[in-house]
Nanobody, 124 residues
Framework: QVQLVESGGGLVQAGGSLRLSCAAS????????MGWFRQAPGKEREFVAG????????TYPDSMKGRFTISRDNAKSTVYLQMNSLKPEDTAVYYC?????????????????WGQGTQVTVSS
């Protein structure tokens, strides 16, 4: 019932920053838990960040904590991922996902709605 479109990816040097955006269309965006995942070629998709409906609760893996920040603007039906101090190992396709199911926020099976992804490439 919701469509997600990511943008903001590109090529950046190590140590640089990018801000990704995920624009949603459909009903009741503010009721969704939103997550960011990433996937590099030949690797499993991994959880990057999550945020609840109000933006008052966020979740990050230890490897992203302090470098990445997730936020949302329900009035604009948009979720963001601010990425700082980027490293070559951050190179991946980044996906936005949405869920209305109560459960583990880090598990991709929770999220029925996904965007097509945006490429982030970090050069050394």
């Amino acid at each position: 019932q919701v469509q997600l479109v990511e943008s903001g990816g590109g090529l950046v040097q190590a140590g640089g920053s990018l801000r990704l955006s995920c624009a949603a269309s459909g009903r009741a965006f503010s009721s969704y838990y939103m997550g960011w995942f990433r996937q590099a070629p030949g690797k499993e998709r991994e959880f990057v960040a999550g945020i609840n409906w109000s933006g008052g609760s966020t979740t990050y893996p230890d490897s992203m904590k302090g470098r990445f920040t997730i936020s949302r603007d329900n009035a604009k039906s948009t979720v963001y991922l601010q990425m700082n101090s980027l490293k070559p190992e951050d190179t991946a396709v980044y996906y936005c996902a949405a869920s209305q199911v109560v459960g583990p926020v880090t598990k991709q099976s929770r999220y029925p709605y996904w965007g097509q992804g945006t490429q982030v490439t970090v050069s050394s």
